[in-house]
């Protein structure tokens, strides 16, 4: 069941799944990446920051958030073109996080018949509600079969 | 040795240091974020796509870039605002990715003295030098020694 | 779009989505479940096997088939009751595994009103389509938003 | 010190060493399989469950208990042929499993000499001694020294 | 910014990054080397043991401390040549440690023009200031730019 | 079976198992430890070496050394006291490596009656026979059964 480009319209909107995001995230992804910043890794140095405790990688929760079971799953999805994000609010290690996404733009592909640009608007919100990061996400969307087929 | 953001003015550039993306990177990748894009995961369905082979995550060359060392790390950094890239090329397993990174703008803090907002624009590229990620991050950078006492 | 215990029935068959096995998947499952088999982890021992070479662990392709995505997903599952496989044939690093799966039973629960168990079927398959597990997997499936309200 | 088939009989028993599951225990075995079913990855989601909090897989469970040292690692295992367990009760990060084993059957094999098949039976045990899962194993065990010549 | 062999005399002594380790840490360490020693990995057993709760293994100490940050990583190293460690505390996760360091000696290579041998002796120490290993390491330092020029 | 400090005697020796050291090690241990070398991570940078290509870190062999089964593993060890290690030559991804070992010492302890320190000598191998490192290991092995009762 995978959704063509003709079916996406701006105001379409989508709230993912949730994942929580434990210590375990944190040192995978500081060694993943490279980044030890103490204020992931030392807890000593974050016991006398504003946070008071370790807090994940803004580009954890970034990260996470393209990874979330949502409907736009089921898109035909030829590509991701770009992302762009706020880190507004920080994520500590028990919170968990799930995305809220809205189509801004659905937007017909020259090239390519039947294929379109979609740009998406999301916000993700821990167990509060609070919005940890927003920004927005542009995807190419195939055809799916009529594309194929044109 | 921790530069403040008095030291730091636009036009000055930055190259960091290399990593080389492994099959390892791109299997733990998925497995954190939990995008098992068949892209990425599947080597049947990319033997037939474009690419002839599984990709990385472009979310995992963006996560990879904010963690190479660089003589940015060695400033004040106190937060990480936005970031925002363009996946412009892919990334294949055994690829050498570095960045090369160009402040922007650096504009003083209107609320906390001897601290600014940091805009450095960047391009990621692989071994042969192509350009396969490209965008900004921005970064608030506080006033070192100097600051704390102001 | 959760799908009840009522819509299922004996017969139904489903196709997952596949993934690639790696050298990776292999060392993080020693690593996990402390199985270091010279045929898993010692190439100079397989090398002179029947094998010729490292072969995954049977009950990696067995964890996998329980995670590979497919319709089943959908489900109102509420819990994992049974499972068994029977270890047919080796899967090498590199090769892309995906299952098949048929409804084998679908018997109301005798407690849960709108509940039920279903038996399912399996074949884990290779890229060349040689079956190499074979099993049942027995689950608790709910009756949805329906049951919820019986 | 490999111990052959022929030194392996019916109600011989074994108790295996005990394993901690740990939260990255789950994380890793959601991120290496796919699985992040809410019931593993979702705390607040198992806040308002039976459970009160993230249970461990039962495939978790599973796996760990194939790799659990026990003195059955002694025998001369050429291969894994069958497994089945039923998930009894849940495993909570924090929970300390063991198995306890009995060989059920010895049966010499009709086509190697020296091997034959040994089929186990086995609960793994949480800390309190409560069975978690239940289940039976299948090995080829080879005919150590004696068998290799015969 | 690399500090050639010239540079480095007895006595200079440094303060490297810290890290707070964890159970992630423990998990992975004991999955990566495959020691699964109950002291690391059995709660119930170390329940009842002098230390009362799990303890990292002393070689995760060890390796850590040759990856943590410090003014050392900017020399010319060019090999690693030998290593020492008394394991002289217990590490819990949860301690953040870091180590401090001084040159023990610097001594010119007879072969290599430029460069030298360099002995450090190191202390391990967790949040308390409690020293947990103590030891040395003895490096190979390049003579930078100069020394390849020569 | 748990072997008592009184049956461990100078001259005794033992072989451990081997592993075989893949790209999914050395990229792990590199985020454990945050040990980023370019010796280790840098294809570019090490293709331009006298190596030719990335080497493990001396500290990963070293890491696994220490967790090789081998009839060590059997004996009542109660602490390890001291390492060390000389790294001779460089291990590559794909090496299959074990450790020949032979007690060099076995003192009583004075303190504890029963048991006692060993001191044992080592090198780890490759699969050419190659050494790759050398080095003593010191443990404290308790009286068993027999220790426990004096």
Same mark, same amino acid.
């Given at each position: !069941?995978?959704?063509?480009?003709?079916?996406?319209?701006?105001?379409?909107?989508?709230?993912?799944?949730?994942?929580?995001?434990?210590?375990?995230?944190?040192?995978?992804?500081?060694?993943?990446?490279?980044?030890?910043?103490?204020?992931? !890794?030392?807890?000593?140095?974050?016991?006398?920051?504003?946070?008071?405790?370790?807090?994940?990688?803004?580009?954890?929760?970034?990260?996470?958030?393209?990874?979330l079971r949502?409907?736009?799953?089921?898109?035909?999805?030829?590509?991701?073109?770009?992302?762009?994000?706020?880190?507004?609010?920080?994520?500590?290690?028990?919170?968990?996080?799930?995305?809220?996404?809205?189509?801004?733009?659905?937007?017909p592909s020259?090239?390519?018949?039947?294929?379109?640009?979609?740009?998406?608007?999301?916000?993700?919100?821990?167990?509060?509600?609070?919005?940890?990061?927003?920004?927005?996400?542009?995807?190419?969307?195939?055809?799916?079969?009529?594309?194929?087929?044109?």
């Open positions: !069941m995978t959704i063509p480009f003709s079916a996406i319209e701006a105001g379409q909107s989508f709230v993912s799944a949730r994942v929580t995001v434990t210590e375990t995230h944190i040192v995978l992804f500081a060694g993943l990446t490279g980044d030890f910043n103490p204020l992931h !890794m030392d807890a000593e140095f974050t016991a006398g920051s504003d946070f008071g405790r370790r807090i994940a990688h803004g580009m954890l929760g970034h990260a996470l958030s393209t990874g949502s409907p736009i799953d089921d898109w035909a999805i030829e590509a991701f073109l770009e992302t762009r994000r706020r880190f507004v609010a920080p994520v500590f290690a028990g919170d968990t996080v799930h995305y809220q996404a809205t189509v801004l733009e659905a937007r020259r090239s390519r018949e039947g294929a379109g640009i979609v740009r998406i608007g999301m916000s993700l919100r821990n167990q509060q509600g609070v919005v940890v990061q927003e920004g927005e996400d542009v995807l190419l969307v195939g055809g799916g079969v009529e594309g194929e087929l044109a």
